[in-house]
């Protein structure tokens, strides 16, 4: 099955103009929708393509090609998707993942907040429980295109402990301040979310109070980290096409740039480099696929490697073009902004060597006993 290699063909071009202008164009969500690739790995019964982990992969690799936010549309819709699919009552599943895998709703995930980012245990939003509804109160930030979602995937807290409820945007209490001018990303609509005291049906609440981090939240994090990661290959792949382009094709002093040994080297390190960071997220494919336990951790890796690769093959991709490559419509310009986003989100840089590093060791018996941030943030 060969995923959105045809719309992705087709919308490459456009992508500049999205990003200058700040947002998606409907049609082009729509095309998506129509495609059926907002939730692709969804099974059939609730209008998905039953696409596997490795072809889930390749559809965020072809799409982190054209625009990052066009691939954080696939990852926002998937993450709620994903996480209803695995933790919503049927009657969730049946309400909520047909209308989700045909885009009749847009979706996102509200999660981040002004002090909880790394670690969402800091949490403060307020879910209150009563009778047979719930309030939502608090106020969410950075919402890949919060602007334009039609339903938010809230993490809050009931009685001190996580829960994960659905919100509706055109509930009463629902207002949203669009993000613009961002440092990457920036046709993804992000918007800040304020609830206060939101109205919703209990039935909306996603698993019983206390499993609303550890498993409704880090399961749609976790899906979100595996299309990131792909993403962030398809980034770094593009990037090396253009430099390689254009240094066979540009000449100084009458002798090709890609004649210089200083160029040819920096693109073997960079064809080096994202051919491992494929590898790497296909391994995490497989495991995904096969349901070991151990896919989360190798997710980990792979989002790790592939977001590293994306921002140097992006910076030395910049260095070969020079002036073309910093000029406004430059797609290398574009994934160097919006690479160094994918070192942030889905699990910083640094957070990730912490969890690597803590798998790497446990067999030997050591454990951190440092509190420190888990791999936990908000999706791109």
Same mark, same amino acid.
């Given at each position: 099955?060969?995923?959105?290699?045809?719309?992705?063909?087709?919308?490459?071009?456009?992508?500049?103009?999205?990003?200058?202008?700040?947002?998606?164009?409907?049609?082009?969500?729509?095309?998506?929708?129509?495609?059926?690739?907002?939730?692709?790995?969804?099974?059939?019964?609730?209008?998905?393509?039953?696409?596997?982990?490795?072809?889930?992969?390749?559809?965020?690799?072809?799409?982190?090609?054209?625009?990052?936010?066009?691939?954080?549309?696939?990852?926002?819709?998937?993450?709620?998707?994903?996480?209803?699919?695995?933790?919503?009552?049927?009657?969730?599943?049946?309400?909520?993942?047909?209308?989700?895998?045909?885009?009749?709703?847009?979706?996102?995930?509200?999660?981040?907040?002004?002090?909880?980012?790394?670690?969402?245990?800091?949490?403060?939003?307020?879910?209150?429980?009563?009778?047979?509804?719930?309030?939502?109160?608090?106020?969410?930030?950075?919402?890949?295109?919060?602007?334009?979602?039609?339903?938010?995937?809230?993490?809050?807290?009931?009685?001190?402990?996580?829960?994960?409820?659905?919100?509706?945007?055109?509930?009463?209490?629902?207002?949203?301040?669009?993000?613009?001018?961002?440092?990457?990303?920036?046709?993804?609509?992000?918007?800040?979310?304020?609830?206060?005291?939101?109205?919703?049906?209990?039935?909306?609440? +996603?698993?019983? @109070?206390?499993?609303? *981090?550890?498993?409704? /939240?880090? =399961? &749609?994090?976790?899906?979100?980290?595996?299309? !990131? #990661?792909?993403?962030? +290959?398809?980034? @770094?792949?593009?990037? *090396?096409?253009?430099? /390689?382009? =254009? &240094?066979?094709?540009?000449?100084?002093?009458? !002798? #090709?740039?890609?004649?210089?040994?200083?160029?040819?080297?920096? *693109?073997?390190?960079? /064809?080096?480099? &994202?051919?491992?960071?494929?590898?790497?997220?296909?391994?995490?494919?497989?495991?995904?696929?096969?349901?070991?336990?151990?896919?989360?951790?190798?997710?980990?890796?792979?989002?790790?490697?592939?977001?590293?690769?994306?921002?140097?093959?992006?910076?030395?991709?910049?260095?070969?073009?020079?002036?073309?490559?910093?000029?406004?419509?430059?797609?290398?310009?574009?994934?160097?902004?919006?690479?160094?986003?994918?070192?942030?989100?889905?699990?910083?840089?640094?957070?990730?060597?912490?969890?690597?590093?803590?798998?790497?060791?446990?067999?030997?018996?050591?454990?951190?006993?440092?509190?420190?941030?888990?791999?936990?943030?908000?999706?791109?």
């Amino acid at each position: 099955m060969i995923l959105g290699a045809e719309l992705a063909d087709r919308l490459r071009g456009d992508a500049a103009a999205w990003d200058a202008r700040g947002e998606l164009p409907a049609e082009v969500v729509r095309a998506v929708a129509g495609a059926g690739l907002l939730a692709a790995d969804l099974p059939a019964r609730y209008g998905g393509l039953g696409a596997t982990p490795a072809e889930l992969g390749e559809l965020c690799a072809r799409l982190g090609a054209v625009c990052s936010s066009l691939r954080g549309l696939v990852t926002v819709q998937g993450m709620v998707s994903a996480a209803l699919l695995r933790w919503g009552t049927a009657a969730q599943r049946e309400r909520w993942l047909p209308a989700l895998a045909g885009g009749e709703l847009l979706a996102a995930f509200a999660a981040t907040e002004t002090e909880a980012g790394s670690d969402l245990t800091a949490v403060t939003t307020s879910v209150e429980v009563h009778g047979d509804h719930i309030t939502v109160t608090g106020e969410k930030r950075w919402l890949t295109f919060g602007e334009i979602a039609d339903v938010y995937l809230v993490l809050g807290r009931t009685g001190g402990r996580p829960a994960a409820v659905l919100v509706e945007a055109d509930r009463p209490g629902v207002t949203r301040r669009p993000v613009r001018g961002q440092l990457g990303m920036r046709a993804g609509q992000l918007a800040h979310v304020r609830f206060d005291h939101v109205r919703v049906e209990r039935e909306n609440l +996603v698993a019983p @109070a206390g499993f609303g *981090l550890s498993h409704v /939240a880090a =399961h &749609a994090l976790d899906h979100g980290r595996f299309t !990131v #990661a792909w993403g962030c +290959v398809g980034m @770094a792949e593009a990037c *090396l096409h253009e430099a /390689a382009e =254009h &240094a066979a094709g540009r000449s100084q002093g009458g !002798v #090709a740039l890609a004649e210089h040994q200083l160029v040819r080297s920096l *693109l073997a390190r960079a /064809a080096v480099d &994202a051919r491992a960071a494929r590898e790497l997220c296909l391994r995490a494919a497989r495991l995904r696929e096969a349901g070991d336990a151990a896919a989360i951790t190798e997710t980990v890796v792979a989002k790790y490697a592939a977001a590293r690769t994306a921002s140097a093959v992006a910076a030395d991709a910049v260095q070969v073009l020079g002036a073309s490559g910093c000029a406004p419509d430059s797609t290398v310009g574009r994934f160097y902004r919006d690479s160094k986003i994918m070192e942030i989100i889905e699990g910083s840089t640094q957070v990730s060597e912490l969890h690597i590093a803590d798998h790497l060791l446990r067999p030997y018996g050591h454990h951190t006993g440092r509190r420190r941030p888990e791999l936990r943030e908000e999706a791109a």
